[in-house]
């Protein structure tokens, strides 16, 4: 017998809306073992399997749907949203396309594809988009923050920041608004400005939850912390913890005792951190302490301007025994010993994240100009799933291979102790680099992190490191050129 799929499917409907999405899910197959063919249930299932993670199975479903009809916009919408968070962005710009075909009066598929091209680094063609868009809706708060977004990267910074303050001034507590903001005005150079801006962060919904919750009071540098113990502790990438823990040495010398809570591959590397009792790990049961503070505050809670950044290096240490090891492991290979890292982790499901770290990366084999110069011997740093193309190096290439050796950030910075210069893309290696204190060169974006700036070629967080940054979006040809060329002029300065 059949079972009636009325009140299943407001039990499913109920169960989505409460965020209970294996509930939902369970109910929805239910549903669809009696009536397989319900098109308005599979999408319903497609959508709750995509919020639960389920991007793959999804995409299944929303394509079910299609072949049955292929003229359904929101079905087309949502599988278009699904691919961007897979980071198959071409597909999803077909998909937006298709959207717009069908509802060309309507602004969603338009919003959706003005998003995907700024994603995959168009951002004169996004522009163009949300220039129409803005036209249609002069009152969308969402829209103007994108819209200044795309401002930006166009060259037109006073005019993102107008979009910015109209998207605030028409919805005051819209985070991306704020936040936006902020990292503009710190891209800029205005620490003096942007820093309590930043503070936005923390209410941003797309920023992953905390792992962990603070009865102790939040500290930004309201008061003296003379006497009392301080838990820093990280909030998002490994990079981030690596260039903000040389704070511990200031808080130690305004008087406290600090702490030093960080994610699990770092806890060895940050043990030595000057300033800092101890590092542990950020899944351990935090010792008594009276005050908190999140690592991307520090600069605010120190009131840090561009002049006055603490940028003494080394900060972070190799442990001299395992430097050692790494030492007498290469000590054949002769040349300038140059580390490479040519790509950022992969996080499937965070469309923005996901998209900055394809913006970020390249392949190795565009590396290929590095190979032509002599006098330099290569050694991969590369972890993760890129790390697979040094198997197949450049043509000409010699690239040695030990990343099975590296477990954890103490064992890389053993090895970078060893090399000469680092070459690397934004990602945790060039920050371990620049606190260590090593040349490195950093392979950065057109539209860089807030961190390293604009218009300079050096960083004033990192002494030692030199930027170079793509001419225009994508233009990686550009830089590696550029990057071949000043190691030709190092290396034979060594030999």
């Known amino acids: 017998m059949i079972e009636d799929p009325a009140p299943l499917l407001e039990q499913a409907r109920q169960a989505h809306l409460e965020g209970q999405h294996e509930l939902a899910i369970g109910l929805y197959r239910r549903i669809l073992r009696g009536h397989p063919g319900n098109s308005e249930v599979r999408l319903h299932l497609g959508v709750a399997m995509r919020e639960s993670g389920q991007l793959t199975a999804a995409l299944g479903q929303f394509d079910s749907v299609l072949r049955i009809n292929p003229n359904r916009p929101m079905v087309w919408l949502n599988r278009g949203i699904t691919l961007e968070a897979l980071g198959r962005l071409a597909e999803a710009l077909g998909s937006f396309d298709r959207v717009i075909a069908l509802m060309p009066d309507r602004d969603a598929g338009y919003f959706s594809r003005a998003g995907i091209l700024y994603r995959m680094g168009r951002f004169a063609e996004s522009l163009t988009v949300f220039e129409r868009l803005a036209k249609r809706s002069p009152n969308d708060p969402r829209l103007a923050v994108n819209h200044g977004v795309a401002l930006q990267w166009c060259g037109q910074p006073d005019k993102a920041l107008e979009q910015y303050d109209r998207a605030i001034a028409l919805a005051p507590g819209e ?26 962060r923390r209410r941003d919904p797309n920023q992953p939850a905390p792992k962990r919750s603070f009865e102790r009071p939040l500290w930004l540098g309201e008061t003296s912390i003379a006497g009392k113990t301080v838990l820093l502790h990280c909030e998002q990438g490994y ?31 940050l043990a030595t951190t000057p ?24 600069p605010l809670a120190f009131g ?56 970020r990366s390249l392949p190795l084999a565009a590396l290929t100009p590095l190979a032509r110069v002599a006098g330099c011997t290569f050694f991969s740093l590369q972890l993760g799933a890129a790390s697979r193309q040094a198997a197949q190096p450049p043509a000409g290439m010699v690239l040695h291979d030990h990343t099975d050796s590296l477990r954890t950030f103490a064992d890389t910075a053993a090895m970078i102790e060893t090399l000469d210069l680092i070459i690397s893309v934004d990602t945790a290696p060039a920050h371990l680099a620049g606190a260590m204190g090593k040349p490195v060169w950093l392979l950065n974006r057109f539209d860089t992190d807030w961190r390293w700036m604009l218009n300079r070629d050096d960083s004033p967080w990192y002494p030692t490191m030199r930027l170079f ?12 050129k550029a990057v071949a060329e000043a190691l030709r002029t190092l290396a034979g300065g060594r030999e």
């Open 175 to 200: 985070v991306s608004a704020w936040l936006n903001k902020a990292m503009l005005l710190l891209l800029l150079g205005d620490l003096r400005q942007g820093l309590p801006l930043f503070e936005w």
């Open 239 to 269: 990079g981030d913890m690596i260039q903000f823990c040389r704070y511990a040495a200031l808080a130690a010398d305004a008087g406290a005792r600090v702490i030093l809570a960080v994610q699990p591959p770092l806890v060895d590397l």
């Open 275 to 298: 300033g800092a009792s101890l590092a542990l790990s950020e899944n351990d049961p935090f010792p008594n302490h009276d005050l908190h503070c999140p690592i991307l505050s520090l």
């Open 304 to 359: 840090t301007t561009a002049e006055t950044i603490p940028a003494g290096v080394p900060y972070l240490y190799a442990d001299p025994r395992a430097a050692a090891a790494w030492r007498d492991r290469i000590s054949g290979l002769p040349g300038l010993r140059v580390g490479l890292v040519w790509a950022g982790g992969s996080r499937i499901g965070n469309a923005d994240m996901l998209a900055i770290d394809q913006r």
């Open 469 to 480: 940054r793509q001419p225009s979006p994508g233009d990686w040809n550009s830089v590696v």
